[in-house]
């Protein structure tokens, strides 16, 4: 099974920018050392993508921090 199966990923559009939506862990902090760099290498392996890190740090950031999470997408469209 690949990590696209095993992690159900869903891939939508074809432009050539790529703006990748993920869901936090059910764990402690602790766990994010581990998780953090997966980020960079995806986006290595992306021609041209970036990595935006917000500073919201709740389950939910689109809820806790909208602003946030807004002013992060809408730099990435432009």
């Known amino acids: 099974m690949t990590v696209i ?4 990923v869903q891939v939508r559009g074809d432009g050539q920018r790529a703006m990748i939506f993920s ?3 059910g764990c402690d902090q ?3 050392r581990f998780v953090a760099p997966v980020g960079e290498f995806v986006r290595q392996q992306i021609p041209n993508s970036q990595l935006v890190a917000l500073n919201a740090s709740d389950h939910c950031p689109n809820l ?3 602003d ?3 002013s992060a997408i809408r730099r990435s469209v432009r």
């Open 30 to 32: 602790n766990m994010w």
């Open 23 to 25: 869901h936090g862990f």
């Open 68 to 70: 946030e999470v807004i």
């Open 5 to 8: 199966d095993r992690n159900h």
């Open 64 to 66: 806790s921090a909208p």
